[in-house]
């Protein structure tokens, strides 16, 4: 028994069954929790260090790493009963879809920055932070996360009847090649 099937059999039943039944939801917002606390450990340290007057590009550097740790998280855990693509595709559809999350994360970020300019001098060091925050990592996050569970859910990740058919189209291309 894992931890997670643990904790879930000490929830009562009412709650057991709507655990179950959105876990996928729960294992990736578990996911998405983990990767906010590399991604926003990494853009603070970047943004109050070497990039002090680059937070834009700060969060590309955090946003990256996180993205890259969470392939592994959802590709081994949230998501590891669907796919059914070759790795290499479904990698490359997991990073083409977390880039745009990535985009949809420091849009915010940079209408905060560059249309608003809250940003020092304009305003001081605490609501420069305190925008930056709000900016990337509430509403950029929500926007990212919502994009990302729907598209990982559709394309990345797909139902078993989705394998299905990417293994009777392959099959058939082996076929064509063979003849």
Known sequence: MSFVDGVVAHVPHLFRELLIKHQELIKFAIVGGTTFLIDSG??????????????????????VIAVMV???LNREWSF????????????????VVSGIGVVLSFIPLYISSYVF??????????????????????????????FRFWAFRR???PDEIDREIEELEAMVEEEFKHS
């Open 117 to 146: 300019h809250l940003r020092v001098p304009d305003v001081s060091l605490t609501v420069e932070n305190i925008a930056d925050f709000i900016a990337a990592y509430v509403i950029g996050n929500l926007l990212q996360m919502a």
């Open 80 to 95: 590891k009963n669907r796919g059914g693509r070759r790795r290499r595709q479904e990698a490359f559809l997991f990073f």
């Open 42 to 63: 990494i853009f603070y340290t970047l943004k109050l260090t070497v990039l002090d007057e680059r937070p834009v590009t700060a969060k590309v550097i955090s946003g």
């Open 155 to 157: 394309w990345v990740f």
């Open 70 to 72: 969470s392939y592994v």
